[in-house]
Each structure stands twice: as C-alpha cells, then as structure tokens.
C-alpha cells in the first residue's frame, strides 16, 4: 500500500506562483482576522448566505439538485426532505452546520471522520453513513464521444481504514511541526483523501467538508463569510482538471500535488477577495448616511464582470431584500447602466460597455 508521509513536503521547492498565492492569501487574512475583532454582527450577515450557497453548490456538483427555493427552506429547516436529493441536501446542511459552530473541537482523526459521515447520511434510508467502503469504486472520465472509462482506481476496501488512519496521523505530526505552510497540508491531505475514496458515496461532498474543516482549523476561516464550494462549483472543470493532473502515479508516489495546490490556493485566495468587497458593500450600507438600494447595487454591479443575476446581487449585498433590488436593477436597466437579458428564471444582466 501507498505510505504517507507528509513529511516529505518539507523538501520540495514550489514554484513562483504557489509562493505568490500564498503570501496573498497570509496578507488577506491578516485583515479578515482585523474585521472579525472590529464588525462581528456585520459579518454575521454573510454567514447563512454562505450556508445555503454551500449546501446547495456542493450537492449540485455531484448532480444533487433541487429548487433554489427548497434549498433555502431545507436550510432554514421550515421544511422536511422530500425525496432523496433534499435528504442529501439536509444531510450536507447539519454537517456544515456542525463544521461551522464547533471546528475547534473536532479533531482530525478517523473516527470523526466517520460521525462527520454519519451526519451526511443522517436522513438517508440506505444505511452507509458512517462506514468505510466495502466494495470498490471507480473514478470515472467522460471521454469527447460521450464513453465513459476508468480514469482512476482509488485503493481497495481493505486498504481504506489504514490509509485514512495513515493521513491523519501524518497531517496532525505535520501540522505541529509548524515546518510546512497548513496550506500546502490541507491541499495535500484532501488530495489524498479523494484518492482514497474511502466511501461507497459522499467522496466528493466529504472532501468539501474535510476543507472547510481544515482550512477553518488552520485559521483560514473565510468559508464561513464566502461559500468555497460555490466557487468549485462554477470552475468544476478546472478543479477536475487538477485533480487528473495530480493522481498520476499516486498509487507508486510519484504524482505530483502542483497543479492540485494551485487550485486549492485560487479558490481561497478567490474567496478572500470576493469577502473584502462583500464587506465593503456593507461598510457602504451602515455607514451613518447610509447609502440607498441603488447605489449599493449599482457599486456591486461595478465590481462584477460578465453576466449576472439577481440572486447574485442578493448574495452581494445580504443588507438589502428581494423588493430592494429588484427596484434597483428595473432602474439601472431604465437609466442605460445593465442590460437584460431573457425571461423568467433565466433573466440575467450585463454592464452596458
């Protein structure tokens, strides 16, 4: 079976680019941990926004879906799961929830991985929550004619508990050692973690949890304020592309972690940036001559890029409600400043260059 040590991070020489993303990412929280002593019940604000955001992008990466509004009412628990996707949903929700109100008090160890299991499968009817795999899986590819084939065999069941025990055992030696930067840790770990693929389902949303639990351990705790998941959620193909450029030769250590690193670091760096603009937009909004609804909006639609949607700008600026900004949007389309585009629930909107 594949060893792990952890240890040997210590060695390697990282190239200009992960150096730059991680003193990026040092700076940025440096001010996030300054904001959280200053305007803690301002940024209580983006804490359920990032709930819902996460609970409902991690489920839909792995095809999880329901309606943006059962989402929402899953999370706020008005509603009771209906079917099998929204008892995922729930399951995801009490696990993040979990994550989110006591972090410190989990620690990295086989067994609370397993409860952390347990409770994602907490409203499941099929009994696998919290227990190891015991038939092996596969990571499947889909080739450009459509056929899917095996891109990655994970290690057998009966390698599973050792090898998680292994990881473990390595991260926390490392992470004591305070000799390798816990960024390059938590990507290495849960690039292991996904390769092992120690269950018979969850893989991916476990991991997503196991990172927000690491980072949040680590002091990195701006997934509690800016949903990470949302963020792999819409760059899914780059982080699948990472991941096939990382477990060649995992099984024989020879991979190479680089290109799963680098992506693990834009998405946090990604984060940071996005929760420095959040916080400005409610900076704006408390401020003593508060700013109205329209220029709130009109500030966060300076500062977006592309296509957007209204939802967009609700999770921008958690201050203003639905009837705020659909005002504010209805007169920046009349004034020439947006653009929209379709109908419904596909309405979207665009700057006017």
């Not at 473990?168 to 490392?174: I, K, T």
């Not at 699948?240 to 946090?268: C, H, M, Q």
Request: charged residues 25%; aromatic residues 10%; glycine residues 8%.
């Amino acid at each position: 079976m594949r060893s792990f040590d952890y240890g040997k991070l210590r060695g390697v020489r990282w190239d200009n680019e992960v150096l730059g993303l991680i003193a990026a990412i040092h700076e940025y929280k440096g001010r996030q941990e300054l904001y959280l002593r200053q305007k803690p019940a301002t940024l209580n604000r983006l804490v359920e926004i990032a709930k819902v955001q996460s609970t409902e992008s991690s489920n839909k990466i792995e095809g999880i879906v329901t309606t943006a509004t059962r989402v929402r009412q899953l999370c706020e628990q008005k509603v009771t799961p209906r079917n099998r996707d929204e008892e995922e949903i729930s399951g995801y929700r009490d696990a993040l929830a979990l994550i989110h109100e006591s972090y410190e008090y989990i620690p990295i160890k086989t067994s609370y991985i397993l409860q952390l299991h347990r409770v994602l499968y907490g409203y499941s009817q099929r009994g696998i929550g919290g227990r190891f795999k015991s038939v092996q899986n596969y990571i499947e590819e889909t080739r450009a004619d459509g056929a899917r084939v095996i891109g990655f065999t994970p290690l057998d069941p009966f390698e599973t508990p050792g090898a998680m025990e292994a990881i473990c055992e390595s991260y926390n030696r490392e992470i004591d050692a305070c000799e390798v930067d816990p960024l390059i840790l938590i990507a290495a770990f849960v690039l292991d973690f996904l390769c092992i693929h120690p269950f018979n389902d969850g893989n991916g949303r476990m991991s997503r949890l196991l990172t927000a639990l690491l980072l949040y351990r680590a002091g990195y705790v701006v997934g509690r304020f800016v949903s990470l998941e949302s963020k792999i959620e819409r760059t899914k193909d780059g982080y699948y592309e990472a991941l096939l450029g990382s477990d060649v030769d995992w099984r024989g250590e020879e991979n190479d972690i680089t290109p799963f690193v680098k992506y693990l670091l834009g998405i946090v760096l990604a984060s940071y940036r996005d929760f420095e603009d959040r916080v400005a937009l409610l900076d704006r909004s408390d401020g003593r001559r508060a700013s109205s609804a329209l220029d709130l909006v009109k500030a966060a639609v300076a500062n977006t890029l592309g296509k957007f949607t209204k939802n967009d700008i609700l999770q921008r600026v958690p201050s203003l409600g639905k009837s705020s900004v659909e005002y504010a949007l209805k007169t920046l389309v009349d004034n020439g400043f947006i653009v929209r585009s379709g109908n419904g629930k596909a309405t979207f909107y665009y700057r006017r260059s």
